[in-house]
């Protein structure tokens, strides 16, 4: 059984900066990309940033320059530095990681969320 755990969320002004971590517990497993997806209220779950076991990274555009993503593989663990935050980043935040083990897919597995709120 895999879970993983988010911290870091929180209230903001905007034009601040906040800090996401998620970290991946169990055994018997192995991860292909981790990151980050939000949703806002009465909206849908939307990719914020992605990071694969070899580096590569993707972000939403509104989050570009802003927003940065890392992780420890070592420790199974992803970061999320959000600068620059705008009310509009005010979302619960959901730490995602992509399971598989030797030719097994699981799919992803899914944080609890944790609750970003930017005041303007």
């Known amino acids: 059984q895999v879970q993983l755990v988010e911290s870091g969320g929180g209230l903001v002004q905007a034009g601040g900066s906040l800090r996401l971590s998620c970290a991946a517990s169990g055994s018997g497993f192995s991860i292909n990309a981790m990151g980050w997806y939000r949703q806002a209220p009465g909206k849908q779950r939307d990719l914020v940033a992605s990071?694969?076991?070899?580096?590569?990274?993707n972000y939403e555009d509104s989050v570009m320059g802003r927003f940065t993503i890392s992780r420890d593989n070592t420790k199974n663990t992803v970061d999320l530095q959000m600068s620059s935050l705008k009310p509009e980043d005010t979302a619960v935040y959901y730490c995602?990681?992509?399971?598989?083990?030797?030719?097994?897919?699981?799919?992803?597995?899914w944080g609890q969320g944790t609750q970003v709120t930017v005041s303007s």
């Open positions: 995602y990681a992509d399971l598989y083990s030797g030719s097994y897919y699981y799919g992803y597995e």
């Open positions: 990071i694969t076991s070899g580096g590569s990274t």
